[in-house]
């Protein structure tokens, strides 16, 4: 589930920047080509060190929206492909 932001200053609720760092583990496979493809990425640590808003520019009034699930993740759920 993907976390969602609201800037309290503006109403945006859909541009941010966010800046993050993740520690993965992932399976790369390379082909006979020598193209890269990633399988397997297991986040094992993630942390967001800021969160701004791209319509008013400024962090200090974005505000984590609690319990709620972007309405992409909720289609992926409940496609059949997904089951």
Do not use: Q
């Amino acid at each position: 589930m993907a976390t969602r932001y609201r800037c309290s200053a503006c109403g945006n609720l859909t541009r941010f920047d966010v800046t993050s760092t993740k520690t993965t583990k992932a399976f790369h496979h390379y082909t006979i080509g020598g193209e890269l493809v990633v399988e397997d990425e297991e986040i094992i640590e993630a942390s967001v060190h800021e969160v701004a808003c791209r319509w008013c520019g400024h962090g200090r009034s974005v505000e984590v929206l609690e319990g709620e699930e972007s309405p992409g993740a909720a289609r992926a759920a409940d496609s059949p492909s997904a089951r």
